[in-house]
């Protein structure tokens, strides 16, 4: 594939522009708002595809935002790859805290990306690592050289728990079915330092609620005398952690996969500097469960993490009031062979027994997904670590990654194939907060490097 | 006085309609956007005090809102009694809980209040209690009953720390000098049972800020490796109880004042019914410090409150996010001797000591004051207590609020007089809470006892 670099190169400005166009379409899943623009987002998917090349589009409906689905089989002998990835981003507040408006994409240069980054809410997660499957196909098709069957699977809900995608894969094994799914939706180490996701979270997001007096109160005329629905919850939430920050509800660590001492040897081999982390981070310290090193609290252990608290009086000055609910939203990162439904009815009884007299205690579960890990003995892997050897000129390191992906379990189950994961973004892309950012250089460079995987998997599949 | 009943009752209507236009303004001195109507209700203030009969009425500025000074002097060598009220009001929020909006009144009946009640933000606290100082001047100016002197004065800025009103009272010791403070800003038990309250507790309203991370982060890729916000400010705030529900601040309770086995056995007599107060908050059990009962939790003993607490993403949905940054607003009522910027001063260097590795920890002060315990065996005391008995027909309760007047304190220091509370609202009136009311019958009552007051103290004055 001589000519990928030349393509890529007189092609620039136009990959650039074209993502910049979906980037500029603010397609919020969690929030209904959106939902026009998550909509108009999906039409544009589909046109891209059939730009790209592919024979057949379908926009598919479901209960939530649709799923697209596109292919183009050129000859039911050879393997077929499945490529999945989403349209939908995350919320984009706090706003105040961007530097330019999340969706009016602009290139900025950093440390880390001195060729520019392109920085809008999805840029990297997942609009930019999904086009770059979009831009390869249009390379191989124009150029003839594309070796195998391809599909595409583009979802809008990947955001808020993929709950119609489920049924969707379900109900559509034969137009699904592959030999090897292909996802763009993770980070590698460094550009220096490509590597592959082999190891994923699970998930469960929870929302709590905490009643107590049925109607906010004078804290003074109250104070003291009655269950604070505010103090309760920060008291049951602190109890979730003991002193060396081990999770306490009963069972949530019964299935807990424990690597060997081997592994965990091999996995500190990554290269990793905890000063510079704790730099990016302005931090002065880490802080984890006992026993674990930072990248094994990120990675192999599961987690409890409050992502929102709300309740009594927030707005400016002061208001004394005792008030009647206090509000969290709660996640929990598992680790394979955790059962997030289980571990969510875990939390919820525990929850609730741990609610104090004077309160009454809502859980509402969100959603969740179980965790993953995929083998590296397999012409998959084989494949996806030959093309980054041919395009960063070395080998990439196998990685555990922290982050979820509910779905990729699910297709193991109801499609019997494997998930490889290439993902080209960085962890300090600030995937979810402000100013998330993807390098142009990592961009082009997976637009140059999914080409090969596609040859090396066709050739190592005969 | 014979007449004052009818008085009261030819001009009852006119009464209640010159409250509403009062209350129609919304005063919220806590949001700026709001100063407009606070400095509009000023004005309408001093119209009422001119119109009432007063001689002189100032709208003297602050730094803050402007105090509202009026007299009427009548002869040097009467008594003279100084009204404290104040105009401003409680934000409304949360402004979804109104079953009528809070600035525009309505008359409804309640189980409590059979001949109706007025409902609106400021009704109880402090509007109506305040206005009923204006309409009993009124009527004792009109009937020539007036029988020693009489000065105002209505501040702007009680719901939020009355921060202006020390610095007025210290330049103003001789406009302001008086024999006898009058107050209506507290309660009573119930209608059949007059009260007058003896004890305030004082206030420390502090707000904290826990920072970790320097951006929100991803919590899958971060997720158990750094101090979470939201997780450690729960942990603080938790840790602030012991398991008894003691104050854990060290030094926190040195000068508390241990009432006598006798004190608290006559606080004791008051009447109280724990399964009615349950009932009225819908609460299945009351919540508080061990060894105290509910009566002396909420008057006696100090407390710690979250007011207000929020962090991370709090939209619809979910959002998996690490916060940069949490927040809560926490007040302690005091008790007498306890000084509020010692234990303000207590609370920030607890706060900032037990803050974790990882994050960083900002406690701001809002504002604060003195508990105060007025004597029962004066002239003032005696006075109120004569004038209630020949409005109720029954000899009023010395009770102790847990509510905090924080500048009564001060008036004593400054003016070097002591201040009678004559209260006539319920604690059932919802002040600071949605659907905030005030009986009809109350309002009334208050305009005809307050004369009575006069009389007997001018009468045991000689």
Redesign the interface.
Known sequence: MQDVKTYISEHKERFISELFDLLKIPSI????AFSKNVIQTAQKIKETLLHAGSDVVEICETDGFPIIYGEKIINKKLPTVLVYGHYDV??A??IE?WDSPPFEPVIKKTDKHPEGAIFARGACDDKGQMYMHVKALEFMVNTNQLPCNVKFMIEGEE???SNNLGVFVANNRKKLANDIILISDT?MIANDIPSITTGL?G?S?VEVEVT?????????????????P??I???M???L?DENNHITIPGFYDKVEELSTEERAEMAKAPFNLEDYKNA?????????KGYS??E??AI???????????????????????SK????I?M?LVPNQDWEEITQLFKTHFENIA????TVKVTP??GGQGYVTPINTIGYSAASKAYETTFGKKPIPQR????IPIVALFEKELESKTILMGFGL?SD??????EHFGVWNYLKGIETIPYFYKFFTELSK
Chains 1, 2 share one sequence.
Request: charged residues 15%; glycine residues 14%; proline residues 7%.
């Open positions: 899943s969690a929030d209904p995350q919320p507040d706090p805290l955001e808020v728990g980070g979270r998930l997001y107590g007096p049925n109607r906010d109160l004078h804290s003074g005329l109250y104070g003291g005398a009655v269950a604070n505010i103090n919850l920060t008291k939430i602190a109890s952690h981070l302005d931090i002065n310290a880490v802080y984890g469960e930072t990248n609290r990120n252990r599961p987690t409890l993490d409050v992502n929102g608290i709300w309740g009594g009086y927030i707005g400016e000055g002061a208001k004394t009031v005792i008030a206090a509000y969290a939203k996640s990162r104090p007299e004077g309160v969100h959603h990654s922290g982050g979820s962890n600030a995937i979810h907060s402000p100013n």
